[in-house]
């Protein structure tokens, strides 16, 4: 099952999704390789400081159209939150880690061991999951994007008697407190059924008035503020030998070269915890 999830989340090709470019169920642990995203995480620039309605609606709508076209392909995400949501280097949202907390949590209950990848996030659960923690539907992920949503314009995460964003942010757009209230709604019917119809209520704020049709979003050439980049990323010195690697069966990798060659980044494998950029 996690390589089923993997190799779905491989075949997703979008502007606002971070692409697998090799991966391998058969190394202990897991590993897949995906490009370096230099700007940082979403959870770091929402720390950095204020960010402006402009940009945060912005960022919020790419991951909204990325999310849409999971969802129109039957790919779920299920453990959405800023942490997962990663910034190239011109500052545009790049989403990733597409539904492997759901594929422990099966396996978990089935009497497996939890390997590799965690569980999804409490503060972003909607109330259905803490009743049955193995379902899965497309407005789990509304849920937590609606809460994403007032993170990003407020600078935390709301509560049970929080202000609307506009009594907090001064001439935001009265259709994004509904937006927020309807994504966050206790029952998952109340909710908007699909990215189709989250996208119809952005689509009524300005400049944001033809997403409903995939056809405009601003895409940043370069960064629109200054991004937290990859401060935390610590290479330490390894002896040769424990950087062998292993004789593995490999599916081949995408062959980089000239002006497509990049930065990439392999998550797990045989580097514990251990995000290494290979030039």
């Keep these: 099952k996690i390589e089923r999830v993997m190799r779905a989340s491989a075949q997703l090709t979008h502007p606002f999704i971070t692409p697998v470019l090799d991966l391998s169920v058969h190394h202990t642990p897991p590993y897949y390789v995906m490009p370096l995203c230099t700007g940082g995480s979403l959870r770091d620039l929402i720390s950095a400081g204020p960010i402006s ?40 949202a790049q989403l990733f880690d597409f539904g492997l907390s759901r594929v422990v949590a099966k396996q978990v209950s089935r009497g497996g061991r939890q390997s590799y990848v965690g569980f999804g996030s409490v ?18 992920d509304i849920y937590a994007l609606g ?3 007032y993170e990003i314009l407020v600078g935390e995460l709301p509560g049970r008697r929080s202000p609307m964003p506009s009594e907090v942010i001064k001439d935001l757009p009265t259709p994004i ?7 966050v709604q206790d029952l998952p019917a109340r909710r908007p059924q699909s990215m189709v119809e989250v996208l119809e209520v952005l689509n ?16 940043f050439n370069r960064p629109p503020v200054t991004l937290p980049g990859l401060r935390h990323l610590e290479l330490p010195d390894l002896p040769s030998a424990e950087l062998e690697e292993p004789a593995l069966e490999r599916t081949p990798a995408p062959q980089l070269r000239g002006d497509a060659a990049a930065d990439i980044c392999v998550v797990g494998g045989g580097f514990t915890g251990l995000s290494a950029a290979l030039h």
């Design 204 to 219: 009524r704020v300005a400049p944001f008035d033809r997403l409903s049709q995939n056809s405009m979003v601003l895409l």
């Design 123 to 140: 503060a972003y659960m909607p109330p259905e999951l803490m009743r049955d923690p193995l379902l899965e539907a497309s407005t789990i």
């Design 53 to 92: 309605p402009e940009l945060g609606l912005n960022i919020f709508a790419q991951v909204c159209l990325a999310l849409q076209h999971a969802h129109e392909r039957g790919v779920l995400h299920l453990d959405l939150k800023p942490e997962n949501i990663l910034l190239d280097a011109s500052g545009n």
């Design 177 to 183: 407190d509904d937006l927020f209230d309807v994504m």
């Design 147 to 149: 809460l994403i949503l």
